[in-house]
């Protein structure tokens, strides 16, 4: 298990559902990203947070809502998704050193289904 | 747009061979390289490289960026099974928060 937690692990929702997936860093890093991973696809950045400030948004729709009420937790919120948003969600954090830091540290995903 | 391609997609190896696996980009505002290793489901770092030409090495894995060409390689020396992974290569620009991954390589090593 890394410093990066990720609940739950596996999450299969309908279409009208609301849910939220949580990541928990105990690294002491100041900046959360959250990444998707679909099949045969790259990791795609979704939302970094810096210091709890959203600094980047990469064109995710807004049935996804970031939450990161402080440094060491980061939700997304998830509603009205559709079946292609089935995917693996990566968070991972980053060091406080030289702005926001190079090496990323991944949680272990949340598997999403959405049927 | 920012841009990352891996080759060869997939390879598969007997133990003890070497591999190399590449990694070219195009990025706005490159800063750095990042190898990353996926097994089952979170990536685990291997390697960042920010200058151009010098090794970094961590025991059968080594890895080099050019910066005029704009590639890295990865080598695995004698292989293992437990080198079949995924492996990820991602370009980091400079403002330290956008990381940009390749599809990456699906390593599989057999015995």
């Known amino acids: 298990e890394t410093g990066v937690t990720q609940t739950p692990r596996h999450l299969v929702m309908g279409m009208t559902n609301k849910k939220s997936l949580k990541c928990e860093q105990h690294?002491?890093?100041?900046?959360m990203y959250w990444y998707k991973q679909s099949a045969k696809k790259p990791l795609e950045l979704m939302f970094v947070y810096n210091f709890k400030e959203q600094t980047e948004n990469n064109s995710v729709p807004s049935r996804f809502s970031p939450e990161c009420p402080n440094s060491s937790h980061l939700f997304l919120h998830l509603h009205t998704l559709q079946p292609e948003d089935s995917a693996l969600y990566l968070c991972?954090?980053?060091?406080?050193?030289?702005?926001?830091?190079?090496?990323?540290?991944f949680g272990p995903g949340t598997r999403l289904t959405v049927l | 747009e920012d841009k990352v391609v891996q080759s060869p997609l997939s390879l598969v190896v007997h133990e003890g061979d070497t591999v190399t696996l590449n990694c070219s980009y195009e990025v706005t505002n490159f800063r750095s390289l990042l190898w990353y290793k996926q097994e089952k489901k979170a990536p685990t770092f291997l390697f960042m490289l920010?200058?151009?030409?010098i090794e970094k090495k961590s025991g059968r894995l080594s890895s080099i960026l050019d910066k005029k060409e704009l590639f890295s390689i990865l080598n695995i020396t004698a292989t293992q099974t437990g080198d079949s992974a995924v492996y990820l290569c991602a370009a980091l620009e400079t403002s330290g928060s956008r990381l940009t991954f390749g599809e990456g390589t699906q390593l599989t090593v057999n015995p």
């Open positions: 991972a954090s980053s060091p406080p050193y030289r702005g926001f830091g190079d090496e990323q540290f």
């Open positions: 690294l002491g890093h100041n900046a």
């Open positions: 920010t200058s151009s030409g």
